[in-house]
């Protein structure tokens, strides 16, 4: 059974453990599907079923699919163990739950283990012997618990913090739990029993280390990771008898992410380099590395198959997300938009100190100079990327420009880039979405009075900083679920939260007051002028509401024009009636003040099949 998780579950590198569902890239709830180790043709996935996320199966022998569940919040998390047992976590509003299971072909719904109280998913696993590993957090850690499928489970090892399972061995041997990737505790192999078999500490000079699954092959017990050292991210393995092994003839200058081929020594290796996906064949018995052809455009995900197959999940800005087999085996197909987006897609690069900055830019046909959108992403450990995107393609149809900027901090251009916080954080990527905007104008691409912000989560937070420090340049923008004020999430926000904030600014606002008032949005929230929509979330435990609410409270003070919109939701959401409220709400909004004659704009255009607009301020474990 491949590693599940919710870490795993983004287009993001996969070794970034903090990663949590809800890209804008994901929208349709496409992907990979998970096949049965003993079945190829087996497989379980994750589709739009009526506006929600729902399980399905797919028989690529029959071509038949079934759906499996029918929440009504949906469901995002599955799994098909070797005995073709399908998995779901079966979750409530607040995203706590347990994982359940049932046939392939159908019947009850069963327990995983019975007894585990409910949690946060954070990885499950099931060995060849039906023993099932499950990882469960809450707000203080995260208990790691071990069983035969169905049975009692109990618990084996509690860890502080956020902590990840990445594995179980086929055999059921050991067992990996990936941590912080740059602490002492980067990755801890360990047995059924709970006994700590081996403790993996972060790179040399400040590196990370990520775990991403044990092989498949039962006759060998090695886990694959991935180590950042300096500016190149590494292939790794690790054996009981002969420890931690670095290939350092596999290496990269880019984030990179890798899985097991079933059934030989040999690893897909999916690499994200300038907003753009390339596979990667690496043979660990002849040391060599062999590039996959694949079209131009992102890989939201890629996985080996038996026989040297591979199934990837292709897609570009101009075309919604396909599944594609490179064997042509029948894939269930994902209902997303059919034809190509309008527009023309190109990529710019600005000059600025720290090396040039990647937009994607969109523009609309017949109209030039355009009022422009730029669609701020979120992570901040993220990066946008040639992929379908359907605020992008609703955005474009309007008639607007869109520009998704790769700013410092942006994954997807190496260690440096990522390290790159000269101005502090927020303020480093505030000036670069001022330096495009400065030159989108000077090429004609877009109008100098039409510029617009759009982002959600920390994408959000960029997007309320840019309006109090450059406040003259923006004439409108919306704000989903954003940071207002960064020492007030800090104190209600997650444990992994905090320590991303403590990561980032070096310390806690008790220690380092200056450096989150700095960065704060409600510090300049009385220098806004551009008029604001804000869309807030009332069970928020990542972006909490009352940091939003004071933060409208102190617009309100200073006379600021803005307008509110509050979701009965938490953070990462996947309901498709919020989305489209949220994404209608919004291009009206964008439409009257960017355009300023109202009625007289085109009427908002709303891609059909995009059901998520949640971005992730995600905790930085990962490169």
Request: hydrophobic letters at 35%; aromatic letters at 6%.
């Amino acid at each position: 059974m491949p590693h599940t998780s919710a870490a795993d579950t983004s287009p993001r590198p996969a070794h970034d453990a903090s990663a949590r569902p809800g890209s804008r890239y994901q929208a349709y709830r496409g992907e990979l599907p998970e096949v049965c180790a003993a079945d190829p043709t087996r497989m379980a996935f994750t589709a739009d079923a009526d506006g929600r996320c729902e399980v399905f199966t797919w028989n690529a022998a029959t071509g038949r699919a079934r759906q499996v569940t029918a929440r009504p919040h949906g469901t995002l998390h599955t799994a098909i163990d070797r005995d073709s047992h399908v998995w779901w976590f079966d979750e409530d509003e607040d995203g706590l739950g347990r994982w359940l299971f049932q046939p392939f072909d159908g019947g009850p719904d069963l327990p995983g283990l019975e007894g585990v109280p409910p949690g946060v998913p954070r990885g499950i696993g099931v060995a060849e012997d039906s023993t099932v590993a499950m990882a469960m957090g809450t707000a203080s850690g995260t208990t790691l618990h071990i069983g035969r499928r169905g049975g009692p489970g109990r618990p084996v090892i509690r860890l502080d913090g956020h902590a990840t399972l990445a594995g179980i061995a086929p055999g059921g041997r050991y067992l990996a739990i990936t941590g912080p990737a740059a602490s002492a505790h980067a990755v801890t192999v360990l047995t059924p029993d709970g006994t700590v078999h081996a403790l993996l500490p972060g790179g040399p000079d400040g590196g990370e280390l990520w775990a991403l699954g044990f092989s498949p092959l039962p006759d060998r017990d090695e886990l694959l990771l991935v180590q950042q050292h300096h500016d190149r991210y590494l292939l790794a393995g690790w054996r009981p008898a002969t420890g931690l092994h670095i290939h350092e003839w596999c290496a990269f200058d880019t984030e990179i992410t890798a899985s097991w081929y079933p059934d030989r020594a040999s690893v897909l290796i999916r690499q994200e380099r300038h907003g753009r996906s390339h596979l990667h064949r690496a043979d660990l018995g002849t040391r060599t590395v062999t590039p996959l052809p694949t079209p131009t455009g992102s890989l939201l995900a890629a996985a080996a198959r038996p026989h040297g197959d591979v199934h990837y999940l292709w897609t570009s800005t101009a075309q919604a997300p396909r599944m594609r087999s490179t064997s042509g085996l029948p894939l269930p197909p994902l209902g997303t938009v059919d034809g190509r987006v309008p527009g023309e897609h190109r990529d710019l690069w600005t000059p600025g100190p720290d090396g040039p900055v990647h937009t994607l830019l969109s523009l609309p046909e017949g109209i030039s100079p355009a009022p422009v959108v730029f669609l701020v992403h979120g992570g901040p450990a993220d990066h946008d990327r040639d992929a379908y995107d359907g605020v992008v393609h609703s955005l474009v149809a309007s008639g607007f420009a869109v520009a998704r900027v790769n700013y410092r901090g942006s994954t997807g251009y190496g260690p440096r880039w990522r390290r790159a916080y000269t101005a502090g954080v927020g303020l480093t990527q505030v000036q670069d979405l001022a330096a495009v905007r400065a030159d989108l104008i000077r090429r004609a691409l877009v109008r100098r009075d039409a510029t617009a912000l759009w982002g959600t989560s920390w994408g959000g937070y960029l997007v309320l900083l840019a309006l109090g420090v450059d406040p003259a340049l923006w004439q409108a923008a919306v704000a989903v679920k954003p940071v207002a004020d960064c020492a007030a999430a800090h104190r209600t926000g997650t444990p992994a939260l905090r320590a991303l904030d403590e990561r980032l600014f070096g310390g806690t606002p008790d220690e380092v007051p200056d450096a989150y008032a700095r960065s704060s949005p409600i510090g300049r929230a009385g220098l806004v002028r551009a008029p604001l929509l804000v869309v807030a979330a009332e069970r928020d435990e990542k972006c909490p509401p009352g940091q939003v609410r004071d933060y409208l409270a102190a617009l309100d003070e200073a006379g600021v024009r803005y307008e509110e919109m509050w979701l009965d939701t938490g953070h990462d959401g996947y309901d498709s009636q919020d989305h489209v409220a949220v994404l209608r709400r919004a291009i009206t909004f964008l439409d009257r003040e960017l355009r300023r004659r109202p009625g007289t704009g085109r009427e908002p255009h709303s891609a059909p099949t995009d059901h998520g607009e949640h971005e992730d301020r995600a905790e930085v474990t990962g490169p």
